[in-house]
């Protein structure tokens, strides 16, 4: 718990320096940084659980949170933040997970290649993090961290100058020993994640489709 606290802590401090630094450096360029807030569900892969344990298949919520950095099209980088919950399917032991994570994520604007519309974005994002697995109720001790690499890809559509939703789907790989012995993972997770989410981009320094309009 304590080591959950201290990484998100140092996450949103990292998260608002380069926050005030992306937007203030890069007022005059429109390409530059994104802030992104994104909500959906997710489904955690059953090899994650230990036997009799098993969760929903869908699952509500997952919040996302980003700030994207575009150095020189078509290449970037985003630092994101995800918090998911996940619970128990019917007649299987009860109980509740909050999977956390942090990752850094090299980010392709693929707009140029899949030439839907001029209205119409295009993003592969994909880099390492790290994973925090805390479980509520009777098993709160099974608490575990572990390295992970995610991919996924967003399509954008542009509502205004300064702002597109967009949809996003995202597989999250996590790598971590077997529970040993097996009680340490009575209500804990240590699998991978799938993770479908609709949101919201807004500039910080002017308006991705500008030049489209």
């Given amino acids: 718990m304590t080591l959950d606290f201290k990484l998100n802590r140092h996450f949103w401090f990292v998260f608002m320096f380069l926050f005030y630094s992306f937007s203030s450096f890069s007022q005059s360029d429109t390409r530059k940084v994104k802030a992104q807030f994104a909500l959906g569900v997710n489904n955690p892969s059953t090899n994650g659980f230990v036997s009799d344990f098993e969760a929903n298949t869908i699952n509500f919520p ?111 790989k996590g790598f971590s020993d077997n529970f040993n012995p097996e009680s340490n993972g009575f209500g804990s997770f240590n699998g991978d994640l799938l993770t479908i989410t609709i949101g919201a981009s807004i500039s910080l320094s002017g308006c991705y489709y500008c030049e489209n309009d």
């Fill in 62 to 172: 997952t919040i996302n949170l980003g700030l994207q950095y575009m150095f020189k099209s078509p290449f970037g980088a985003k630092l994101d933040f995800g918090f998911n919950r996940f619970s128990n399917l019917n007649n299987t032991p009860e109980f509740k997970v909050n999977y956390s994570r942090i990752n850094l994520q090299v980010v392709f604007d693929g707009s140029s290649i899949f030439n839907i519309s001029n209205k119409i974005g295009t993003f592969i994002h994909a880099g390492p993090g790290f994973s925090m697995v805390k479980p509520l109720g009777n098993y709160g001790d099974n608490n575990l961290s572990y390295l992970n690499v995610m991919g996924g890809l967003e399509v954008h559509y542009g509502i205004s100058d300064k702002l597109s939703i967009y949809i996003d789907a995202s597989y999250i």
